[in-house]
T-cell receptor
Framework: DAGVTQSPTHLIKTRGQQVTLRCSPKSGHDTVSWYQQALGQGPQFIFQYYEEEERQRGNFPDRFSGHQFPNYSSELNVNALLLGDSALYLC??????????????FGEGSRLTVL | DAKTTQPPSMDCAEGRAANLPCNHSTISGNEYVYWYRQIHSQGPQYIIHGLKNNETNEMASLIITEDRKSSTLILPHATLRDTAVYYCIVRVGPGGSQGNLIFGKGTKLSVKP
């Protein structure tokens, strides 16, 4: 158990709808990263939040947005869902300062199906 | 694109050592080698990391060649529960700007009875 909690675990949406996924990081961690994993592929980096700001972003459209709260938990929002957004969405937590170990702790993911 | 190259799949007999290779010929001087694994339907799990010296922990050993262009992850006594996809990743290490992890497709290790 990595101590990272994600919700919901599974959800089904239709094209054009919007979805919000949630993540609570491991206790003591202040940085949250989000990844998208399509079937049979490795996880792809979406973005990372530290101190409530987006610190780095991968090659994903603006339909993907996020937020980090003062308690370090985070949300991933996806607007105007496409069939291709169907994937496992993974949250990873870590320490963002200079004392970090370089290790990410992943949650079990949220499985999104878009019909 | 991932900075590493791994075989797509490997088999290993239960109880034997599993040796998973990884090529990272373009690794930079400040980049570490990290290994993660992903058991089916779970999130990736950190295994081990190293810069240039061999490393060992309770899960595995990491052997990095002297020129740092390749490495091998060793699971000394593989069990059925070690069946997973293993990812080799190069990235800036501890204390630095974390950035993101760039995953390739990894190696699917199948441990057989």
């Amino acid at each position: 158990d990595a101590g990272v909690t994600q919700s919901p675990t599974h959800l089904i949406k239709t094209r054009g709808q919007q979805v919000t996924l949630r993540c609570s990081p491991k206790s003591g961690h202040d940085t949250v990263s989000w990844y998208q994993q399509a079937l049979g592929q490795g996880p792809q980096f979406i973005f990372q939040y530290y101190e409530e700001e987006e610190r780095q972003r991968g090659n994903f459209p603006d339909r993907f947005s996020g937020h980090q709260f003062p308690n370090y938990s985070s949300e991933l929002n996806v607007n105007a869902l496409l069939l291709g957004d169907s994937a496992l969405y993974l949250c990873a937590s870590s320490l963002g300062g200079t004392d970090n170990t370089g290790e990410l702790f992943f949650g079990e993911g949220s499985r999104l199906t878009v019909l | 694109d991932a900075k590493t190259t791994q075989p797509p799949s490997m088999d290993c007999a239960e109880g034997r050592a599993a040796n998973l290779p990884c090529n990272h010929s373009t690794i930079s001087g400040n980049e570490y080698v990290y290994w993660y694994r992903q058991i089916h339907s779970q999130g990736p799990q950190y295994i081990i990391h190293g810069l240039k010296n061999n490393e060992t922990n309770e899960m595995a050993s990491l052997i990095i060649t002297e020129d740092r262009k390749s490495s091998t992850l060793i699971l000394p006594h593989a069990t059925l529960r070690d069946t997973a996809v293993y990812y080799c990743i190069v990235r800036v290490g501890p204390g630095g700007s974390q950035g993101n992890l760039i995953f390739g497709k990894g190696t699917k290790l199948s441990v057989k009875p």
